[in-house]
């Protein structure tokens, strides 16, 4: 599957002028150009796209009035799914709390939301730590992991904060209310 083609495919090209001049026929936005998106992401045409990838791709289109229409945006979305693990989390035995937001986000982006919430959210939940000499509520990049980080935590309560669940907090931390 060729996924820069199907992120690319579906792009209608405009042709606004500015200053008298007329725009090349490789214009999605008086802005953003294909072959910038192509180029900018290295894509070759035989390479599957990484989940960053991907996001980044539809992001861009989406943020330069370009969305992707069907039925292109829902192979795009099934294949994004195909990236979940059954336990909820995205990415084999190493998920991380990043890849499992940028998933998220691109789900959103795409008009979906992941299938399984439940195991996502367990996931989640599980990366959080407590019982440390610090960094107790913080959340952890995997469950390999043992120390709470700053993007980790960041990316897991974004996570939790898109699919609507309750940031669990930990009893003796201090959130400043």
Not at 85 to 109: M, P, Q
Request: charged share 20%.
């Amino acid at each position: 599957m060729i996924i820069a083609l199907f992120l690319l495919s579906s792009v209608q090209y405009i042709g606004t002028p500015a200053m008298g001049q007329s725009a090349g026929t490789d214009k999605i936005s008086p802005f953003v150009s294909y072959k910038f998106v192509q180029s900018s992401q290295n894509i070759q045409e035989n390479e599957i796209i990484s989940l960053r990838d991907i996001f980044y791709c539809v992001s861009i289109l989406n943020l330069t009035g370009q969305p992707i229409q069907e039925p292109e945006r829902s192979e795009i979305a099934q294949l994004v799914h195909s990236y979940q693990n059954a336990d909820g989390d995205w990415y084999n035995d190493r998920s991380k709390a990043g890849s499992t937001l940028t998933a998220i986000r691109t789900l959103f982006e795409l008009g979906e939301r992941p299938i399984n919430e439940t195991g996502l959210i367990s996931f989640l939940q599980r990366l959080q730590v407590s019982g440390l000499a610090w960094g107790n509520y913080g959340f952890r990049s995997s469950l390999k992991e043992t120390d709470a980080d700053i993007s980790s935590t960041h990316d897991a309560i974004q996570a939790l904060y898109l699919i609507g669940e309750q940031v669990p907090l930990g009893p003796d931390l201090d959130v400043g209310a």
